[in-house]
C-alpha cells in the first residue's frame, strides 16, 4: 500500500459524511471509544500487513514507507494510528529482531488475520527505567511462573498476544530481564487479573489498561532471544520505532497547521482577515519551519536504518527527542493563532484539540524525552574525541529521499556505542564548500561554530554526567547536539535535492534551528520577516492545493 492509496480509503476529512472523517473521528473521541469504522476499513486493506516483513507473507520492505503510512493514519486520528497499528509494530519488532522461527511465522499469521500484539514492558512505579521492572518470571519444570503487574499499556486487554517484559534473575545489571512471546488464550483465565483502563485527557479512544498476573504459567517457547537478553532486545528494537515515531508526529502536526490556517484565512477579525496579522503569518511560518526540519531529520534516520543501521545507536534517540520538541513547541504556538478555538470540542477547529491532547502523551509515551538524552550522554564524550570534524562526509544516497534502498536487514541492528553518527561530516563539508557570505554559508558556519563549542564541552564531561543523575548543563549539551545534528540533516538534503526543495524554506529551517541554540541570531530582522513572508505564502499555497506541508507535498483528498 502506498501512502496515497490509504489516503483515497480515508476520503475526505472535512466531508461530514465521511465515516472516518473528523466528525466521526471526533465523536468516537467523545465516547471515549476507537473508531470502529476505521478499524473495520483498515482491516479490510489488512493494514497489518505493513508491519510483517515481506519474507514472512506482509508488506514491509521500506522504513520510510512505513512511516509515512502510519504519518497518514495519524494526521486522521492518533488513536487509530497508535491503537490499531502501531502498538502492535512495538511489540512485533522484538519477533522480528530476535524471534525464533516458530515464533516470527506465528506473529505473522496473528497480524495477518488482523489480530493484535501488546508490547506489555510498563510498569508505572518505574516508567521508563526498565532495569528496575518488577514483574517477575521464575522458571518452574516446563517454563515459568509470572507475577507482578503491567500497567498503562495499549491493547492489553484486547490482544490476542503479547509481548511481556520480565525480570528473570535478582542479580543487578543489563542480563537481568528477558522477554516472552505469550497468547492470550494461552494463560489461564484464573491467574491474570485485568485492571481497569487507566483514564486519560489524550489518547482518549486507546484501551490503555493492565493486568495483574499471578503464579502464571508460561511455556518455555515463550522466551524470545535467550534468557536475559530481554534489554539487548529492547535496545535494538528501540532504534527501529524511535525512527518511525517522528514521521508520525508530522501527521498530527499537519493536521494542526492546516487547521489554523483554515481559520486563519476564513475568520474576520479587526476589520481583515486573522492571516492579515503579521503576529499569525509569522506563527504559521515558524510551524511550516518546524514541520519540514522535522521531516528532514526523520527521513535521514529513516534511510539510515538501511544505509547505515550501525549509527541508530545515536541517530534513533536524538531523532525522537528533537522531534517531539518541536512538535509541541509547535502546537504550543499555533493554539495561540486559535485562541479560544484551540480547545473547543465541536465545530469546524474541534479537531485541533484533539490532536493537541492525542500527541501530548505520544511525545513521553514508549520512550521519554530524558530517557532518550540519557542514552546520547554517554555517547557524547567518545563522538567529540573520535568522530566530530575528523569524519568524512556520509554518502550523498542517505539524504536522497525517495531514492531505492538495500532490503531492510534488522539483523544489523546493533546494541553498542555507535563509532560516529554518520551526519556530522556532511555538516564541516557543506560549511566548506558553501559561500561564507551567502545565507546558506553563514547558517552553515554558525553551526559547525557550534560543533566545536560542543567538541570542547562533551570532551570534557566527567563520569557523574554520563548518567541519568547528570548535571543540567550535561543534558543541555545532549539537547544542542541534536540541534545541530537536525541542522546537518537539513542543509544536506536540501543540498542533495537540488531544486525540489524551496530554497527560503531552508533558510526558516535553519533560522527556527538556530533559534534553539539560544545564541546570537544569523538573519537580520529584514531577512527574517522576507524568509517568514515565503514560508507564509507557501504554506497558503500548500493548502489551497491540499497538498502536505511536508517534503513530499503530496496531494491529498479534500
Not at 476499513?41 to 497489518?48: P, S, T, Y
Amino acid at each position: 500500500m502506498r501512502a496515497d492509496e490509504l489516503d483515497r480509503l480515508l476520503g475526505d476529512p472535512w466531508d461530514d459524511g465521511n465515516p472516518v472523517g473528523y466528525a466521526g473521528v471526533l465523536a468516537a473521541d467523545e465516547r471515549q471509544e476507537m473508531h470502529a469504522e476505521g478499524e473495520r476499513l483498515l482491516d479490510r486493506a489488512v493494514f497489518n500487513a505493513e508491519f510483517v516483513p515481506a519474507a514472512h507473507g506482509g508488506r514491509l520492505t521500506r522504513a520510510d514507507r512505513l512511516a509515512e503510512l502510519l504519518g497518514t493514519l495519524w494526521r486522521r486520528d492518533p488513536c487509530l494510528g497508535l491503537g490499531y497499528g502501531f502498538s502492535s509494530f512495538i511489540a512485533s519488532v522484538n519477533i522480528w529482531t530476535s524471534g525464533s522461527t516458530e515464533q516470527q511465522h506465528q506473529v505473522a499469521q496473528l497480524l495477518l488475520a488482523n489480530k493484535r500484539i501488546a508490547a506489555a514492558f510498563h510498569e508505572l512505579d518505574h516508567g521508563n527505567d526498565f532495569a528496575r521492572v518488577e514483574a517477575a518470571a521464575h522458571p518452574v519444570d516446563g517454563g515459568w511462573l509470572l507475577s507482578g503487574r503491567k500497567e498503562i499499556v495499549t491493547n492489553l486487554r484486547r490482544a490476542e498476544a503479547m509481548v511481556l517484559f520480565a525480570r528473570t534473575s535478582d542479580t543487578a545489571g543489563s542480563r537481568s530481564h528477558s522477554q516472552f512471546l505469550v497468547t492470550r488464550d494461552g494463560l489461564p483465565a484464573d491467574r491474570v487479573r485485568d485492571l481497569p483502563r487507566f483514564g486519560s485527557s489524550g489518547m482518549r479512544g486507546v484501551d490503555l489498561g493492565g493486568a495483574e498476573f499471578t503464579d502464571c504459567p508460561l511455556p518455555a517457547g515463550a522466551l524470545i532471544g535467550g534468557l536475559g537478553a530481554g534489554m539487548e532486545i529492547a535496545l535494538r528494537s528501540y532504534q527501529i520505532t524511535r525512527a518511525v515515531f517522528p514521521v508520525m508526529f508530522i501527521g498530527p502536526l499537519d493536521t494542526a497547521l492546516r487547521t489554523v490556517l483554515d481559520c486563519a484565512l476564513h475568520r474576520r477579525l479587526y476589520g481583515g482577515a486573522v492571516a492579515d496579522i503579521p503576529y499569525v503569518r509569522s506563527v504559521v511560518a515558524r510551524a511550516f519551519a518546524d514541520l519540514l526540519a522535522a521531516d528532514a531529520y526523520a527521513a535521514v534516520g529513516l534511510r539510515a536504518l538501511h544505509l547505515a543501521p550501525e549509527v541508530m545507536g545515536v541517530f534513533a534517540p536524538a531523532a525522537k527527542y528533537l522531534a517531539t520538541r518541536i512538535l509541541l513547541d509547535s502546537f504550543h504556538d499555533l493554539r495561540s493563532v486559535l485562541g479560544a478555538n484551540a480547545y473547543l470540542r465541536e465545530g469546524r477547529y474541534a479537531i485541533f484539540q484533539k490532536m493537541a491532547r492525542d500527541v501530548a502523551p505520544a511525545t513521553f509515551a514508549h520512550v521519554s524525552r530524558a530517557a532518550c538524552l540519557v542514552m546520547l550522554l554517554p555517547q557524547l564524550p567518545r563522538l567529540a574525541r573520535r568522530s566530530w570534524q575528523v569524519d568524512p562526509s556520509a554518502p550523498g544516497e542517505l539524504f536522497d529521499l525517495g531514492a531505492d534502498l538495500p532490503p531492510l536487514r534488522l539483523d544489523r541492528l546493533v546494541a553498542g556505542m555507535p563509532k560516529h553518527d554518520g551526519v556530522m561530516g556532511a555538516l564541516t563539508e557543506i560549511a566548506e564548500q558553501e559561500p561564507p557570505d551567502g545565507l546558506v554559508g553563514r547558517f552553515a558556519m554558525r553551526f559547525v561554530g557550534e560543533l566545536w563549542t560542543l567538541r570542547a564541552q562533551c570532551a570534557a564531561l566527567g563520569p557523574a554526567d554520563l548518567t541519568i543523575d547528570a548535571s543540567p548543563a550535561a543534558f543541555a549539551l545532549a539537547d544542542r547536539y541534536t540541534v545541530v545534528l537536525g541542522a546537518a540533516c537539513a542543509l544536506a538534503v536540501w543540498r542533495r535535492g537540488g531544486d525540489r526543495y524551496p530554497a527560503d524554506a531552508l533558510i526558516g529551517v535553519l533560522d527556527r534551528l538556530n533559534d534553539r541554540l539560544g545564541g546570537p541570531p544569523v538573519l537580520t530582522e529584514t531577512e527574517r520577516e522576507g524568509v517568514q513572508g515565503h514560508l507564509f505564502d507557501l504554506a497558503v499555497q500548500r493548502y489551497r492545493d491540499r497538498r502536505l506541508f511536508d517534503l513530499t507535498a503530496r496531494r491529498i483528498p479534500g
